[in-house]
């Protein structure tokens, strides 16, 4: 078969070739280095704001700031890119002053924060993380769910309220139920895989317009396993009940690898190259995005330090911005990529934020 002419040698053009966007988390810090913006533009189809779309940033009801989210968002359109919103509720990401709040105050502030946000970008927004991380199977709970503020305040259809609001204010988002932890081995995701089949299922009975599950996807090269027959039963239930799939935080931890640097790279580009190709391979997918894009800017230089103290290597391109062998297994994979008709070419909206 002939080999594929991609446009440029790029991610974003690797993904088009498949139906699917590209793209990466980032902040507004990041747009202020000329090389490191020119190289997400060059990269990347879509992003995700890191931190600066997220309710404790922005803020409570009296005096919201959007300054941060209004300048990636108009980024996003000023160069033609997708948005992914991230995230409108999360239990991590719930304003100070809201700590004491009665429960009725609370859902009040909570679908007030919702739905002022969504309006704000509806029509500049191709998808959004409504709800993140639901999930928390060691909380007890017969249906899995977190024991959060949300379920305390809304019940246990909090999902549909989120949801169904986000579809009345802007239908043409692709709406993302958000979770982490469905990709690993062990009994706990196993447990996890399953009630979130349950979730899905019981909320798309009662209508609630949830279109993609977004798989989070932090991995770590040491334990993800290559083969992985009920990551793949997963997904194809998944994709049973319809629903599209989005890969969207990426990122492998070389926490546990040897430290030789060519040996770690290796075992950090077989993991992103195993696991996308397993992923595309068995769900129709819209995307692919990484927690960030260069090893200098990522959250596991904190959250998954190596033991030797040695500095992490996880993402596509090192600290320069060179392109790592991750980068070429990302490639690969994605050209690889069957993808039945999972991808859409997003009509990326132009113009001001409303
Ligand atoms: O920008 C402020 C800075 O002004 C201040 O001096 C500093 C110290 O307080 O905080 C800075 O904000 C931090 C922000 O990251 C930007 O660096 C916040 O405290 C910190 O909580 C925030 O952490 C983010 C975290 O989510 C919580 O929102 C991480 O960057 C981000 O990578 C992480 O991403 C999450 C996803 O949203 C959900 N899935 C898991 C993933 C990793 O935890």
Redesign the pocket.
């Known amino acids: 078969m002939e080999p594929l002419k991609l446009e440029t040698d790029s991610l974003r053009d690797a993904a088009a070739h498949r139906h699917l966007l590209y793209g990466t ?1 980032l ?1 507004t810090s990041d747009l202020t280095e000329k090389r490191r913006c020119d190289t997400i533009l060059r990269e990347c189809s879509i992003i995700t704001p ?2 600066e779309m ?1 309710w404790d940033r922005i803020g409570g009801a009296d005096a919201p700031d959007f300054r941060a989210s209004d300048r990636l968002v108009a980024f996003a359109v000023e160069n033609g890119l997708a948005f992914h919103g ?2 409108l509720w ?1 239990h ?2 719930v304003p100070q002053d809201l700590g004491e709040a009665s429960d009725a105050r609370f859902a009040e502030a909570a679908l007030e924060h919702l739905t002022r946000v969504v309006r704000r970008y509806a029509g500049r927004v191709y998808s959004w993380d409504v709800v ?2 639901p999930l928390e199977t060691d909380h007890g709970r017969r249906d899995g769910l977190r024991h959060s503020r949300f379920l305390r305040a809304f019940g246990p259809t909090y999902l549909e309220v989120a949801f169904g609001r986000a579809a009345e204010i802007d239908p043409e988002a692709v709406l993302v139920l958000n979770e ?1 932890g469905l990709e690993y081995a062990s009994p706990g995701a196993e447990r996890k895989r399953r009630a979130m089949l349950a979730l899905l299922e019981r909320a798309l009975a009662r209508g609630a317009p949830i279109q993609c599950l977004g798989i ?1 996807s ?1 991995l770590d090269a040491a334990d993800q396993p290559r083969h992985h027959p009920e990551l793949r039963a997963f997904l194809r239930e998944i994709d049973g009940l319809g629903l599209k799939v989005m890969i969207t ?1 990426m990122d492998v931890s070389d926490q546990n690898c040897p430290r030789d640097r060519r040996l770690r790279d290796g075992m950090v580009a077989d993991t992103y190259r195993a696991y996308l190709e397993l992923v595309l391979e068995e769900s129709r997918s819209l995307g692919v995005s990484t ?1 960030g894009l260069s090893d200098d800017r990522t ?1 596991l230089a904190t ?1 998954r330090k190596r033991p030797d103290g040695a500095a992490v290597r996880p993402m596509l391109l090192d600290r320069a911005l060179r392109r790592k062998p991750a980068w070429h297994a990302v490639k690969s994979a994605l050209l690889s990529a069957r993808n039945p008709d999972g991808g859409v070419e997003p009509a990326f909206p132009k113009g001001k934020i409303n």
């Open positions: 988390a902040c890191e931190y997220k991230h995230t999360w991590e990401s993140n991380e982490m989070q932090h935080e927690w959250w959250a």
